[in-house]
């Protein structure tokens, strides 16, 4: 079965730090680009980052953009997204997710169950 | 880009038609996908390059539309197909229409 799988939300001060996983089983990882995405609560989808298949290119919102790093491990059949500098309006539900169709036309057909992440003192 | 759905929110009954839309800020050719979600759930694909169907979804589910404007239509609806419909053009999503089958 295609799956991936979040790990490592909780309950974070704000300024700390936080470390995501995400484990995929019934595809080739190597074969994707993979990203995150999060949803405060009531609120919509917000797309984070991305990476490349090889973990070379890497892109981010403007709302992360220089605390968070989104990286990956083929071999492992893994991805991380490592947050820091951690603010309250980060809390949100954070999605793992697989990236199909040509650059600039990607969809994300697989999705996670996602892991929550909440920032408050 | 800034993706603009409407209605923000839709109560139909069974059996009805739901046509949802999704308005590009400029033009993204056929590039548009559409979610559905349901709560508690993630997001589940119904429709990718604008009009295509993902795997396993009803041909209830269509899409259609290009370069600004775009369209979500669900015939037949049941009670199931209560949730919220997002549209995606690569990193960006639409605010949500949220459809209630009363």
């Known amino acids: 079965e295609v799956q991936v799988v979040e790990s490592g939300g909780g309950l974070v001060q704000p300024g700390g730090s936080l470390r995501l996983s995400c484990a995929v089983s019934?595809?080739?990882?190597?074969?994707?680009?993979m990203s995150w995405a999060r949803q405060a609560p009531g609120k919509g989808l917000e797309w984070v980052a991305n990476?490349?298949?090889?973990?070379?290119?890497?892109w981010y919102g403007d709302s992360v953009k220089g605390r968070f790093t989104i990286s990956r491990d083929n071999a492992e059949n893994s991805m991380a997204l490592q947050m820091n500098s951690l603010r309250a309006e980060d809390t949100a539900v954070y999605y793992c997710?697989?990236?199909?169709?040509?650059?600039?036309?990607?969809?994300?057909?697989?999705w996670g169950q996602g892991t929550m992440v909440t920032v408050s003192s | 880009i800034v993706l603009t759905q409407s209605p923000a929110t839709l109560s139909l009954s069974p059996g009805e038609r739901a046509t949802l839309s999704c308005r590009a800020s400029?033009?993204?050719?056929?590039?548009l996908g559409w979610y559905q979600q349901k709560p508690g759930q993630a997001p589940r694909l119904l429709i990718y390059a604008a009009s295509n169907r993902a795997t396993g979804i009803p041909a209830r589910f269509s899409g259609s539309g290009s370069g600004t404007d775009f369209t979500l239509t669900i015939t037949s609806l049941e009670p199931e197909d209560s949730a919220v419909y997002y549209c995606q053009h690569r990193g960006t999503f639409g605010q949500g229409t949220k459809l209630e089958i009363k």
């Open positions: 019934g595809f080739t990882l190597n074969s994707y680009y």
């Open positions: 990476i490349n298949e090889d973990g070379s290119v890497k």
């Open positions: 400029q033009s993204l050719s056929n590039y």
């Open positions: 997710a697989r990236e199909v169709g040509p650059r600039g036309q990607n969809v994300f057909d697989i």
